[in-house]
């Protein structure tokens, strides 16, 4: 069965430009899914350290990765949904098909 909820903006992609715009968007009030493939946000550039690291100064990963954990610290406070470890099957007649591991399929309907 395929879960539905209703969204006014479905974001792909967790990276840098897809974190800012759910930010931005949030900040008008719009509901917002953000849908990546990987289990943590950030993208390519801001890669976080794999579980069981521990970074005792950031400083040493330099600005990238300082301003992508402020980034997502922001997105994570802004009150958008994200769905991680999925994968976008379709998107069609104002609806985003998405498949994860845990939750199964769900349909992102979003506003136009």
């Known amino acids: 069965m395929v879960k539905e909820s209703e969204f006014d903006v479905v974001i792909i992609g967790g990276g840098p430009a897809g974190l800012t ?15 990546d493939e990987r ?6 550039i801001y890669k976080r350290v794999g579980t069981g690291f521990d970074i005792k100064d950031p400083s040493f990963l330099g600005n990238d990765f300082l301003s992508g954990k402020k980034l997502i610290e922001s997105f994570e ?20 098909i998405i ?14």
């Not at 289990?39 to 390519?44: D, E, F, I, V």
């Open 99 to 112: 498949a994860n591991i845990t939750d199964g399929t769900s349909a992102l309907k979003f506003k136009k």
């Open 21 to 35: 715009a759910a930010i931005t968007l949030r900040k008008y009030e719009l509901s917002v899914a953000l849908v």
């Open 77 to 96: 406070s802004c009150g958008a949904k994200s769905f991680l470890e999925s994968t976008v099957l379709t998107v069609e007649d104002g609806k985003v």
């Open 39 to 44: 289990r943590t946000l950030g993208g390519q």
